[in-house]
């Protein structure tokens, strides 16, 4: 008989559990699990139980946050840009007015927000 495999906190897990995702669904669950810094299986058995999923920092978890915020970023930056430019089309904001929004938000973004998301950990 071979020895039992125990896990890192002496425990002996025999029973599997598998169910099936959606690619949206997987995504939204990768992304969530590199978030945390935890593995898929401690990442699921945390949320199903309703345990705390607490953060371990590593260079790794730095990394998942950078690209994340770095998405959000560039997706508030177009959404930011497409509004002023439908309030200038309506007539509710003055091109002046305008052209200042978006110099500041093209500034703000290369002076400093993009230093700091190109750093290497």
């Known amino acids: ?71 959000v970023l560039d997706e508030l930056l177009a959404d930011g840009i497409g509004m002023l430019a439908a309030l200038l089309a309506a007539g509710n904001l003055s091109f002046w007015l305008c052209d200042r929004a978006l110099a500041a938000l093209t500034r703000y973004y290369h002076v400093i927000l993009k230093p700091k998301l190109k750093k290497k950990f």
């Open 1 to 71: 008989m071979s020895k039992k495999n125990y896990d890192n906190h002496n425990r002996w897990r025999n029973k599997t559990v598998a169910f099936r995702v959606s690619a949206e669904e997987d995504l939204q669950l990768e992304t969530l699990v590199k978030l945390t810094g935890l593995t898929k299986q401690d990442y699921i058995i945390r949320r199903l139980l309703k345990r705390d999923v607490v953060v371990q920092g590593n260079p790794k978890v730095y990394k998942a946050l950078r690209d994340q915020l770095s998405a």
